[in-house]
């Protein structure tokens, strides 16, 4: 959600998603703090993503809070040190496929509700891509104004808090 739209709805998704996981667990507040802390933490990692890779890294920070706040409530509550452990390490590794769940969603999520995200803009900027090595080679007068007003669009953006990826 962060990703796709901003910080604010990824807070809230989270906020609703750790409630119903709470209630899920015979009103737990332990599962949901647990929840609540792993996705605000997920939210606010992703937020400024500018590669596909890094959801993956969002994942692993989202499953180490969950991981750390699980032992910790582990640890009060005084469950085994065997238990608590083994809840640490499926945090872990829940984290890290959500990770990996997100960046293979995330191209149909896009495609779904007709957003662009910074990820998809970075891409259409790549120098290597096959039409731009063609305008450079065809004309590469026109791909030098190019950059050069993809430059100060940017810049101007940037001045004035507009999205400076878009604008380029």
């Not at 989202?62 to 032992?71: H, N």
């Not at 969603?105 to 891509?129: A, R, V, Y």
């Amino acid at each position: 959600v962060a990703v796709l739209t901003s910080i604010t709805p990824a807070v809230i998704a989270a906020l609703i998603i750790a409630v119903l996981f709470g209630i899920i667990q015979d009103n737990s507040l332990s599962f949901l703090l647990i929840a609540l802390l792993s996705g605000i933490v997920g939210s606010f990692i992703s937020v400024h993503i500018r590669k596909r890779a890094m959801l993956v890294r969002a994942g692993l920070m989202a499953g180490s809070t969950a991981a750390i706040t699980s032992m910790i409530i582990g640890l009060i509550d005084n469950l085994s040190i065997g238990l608590v452990s083994q809840q640490a390490l499926i945090a872990l590794i829940v984290g890290i496929l959500s990770g990996v769940l997100a960046v293979g969603l995330l191209p149909i999520f896009e495609q779904l509700f007709k957003i662009t995200t910074q990820i998809t803009l970075l891409e259409l900027t790549d120098f290597n891509h096959p039409l731009l090595n063609r305008l450079q080679i065809e004309a590469p007068g026109t791909y030098h104004h190019s950059l050069m007003v993809a430059n100060l669009s940017e810049n101007a953006a940037a001045a004035i808090g507009a999205n400076p990826l878009l604008c380029r």
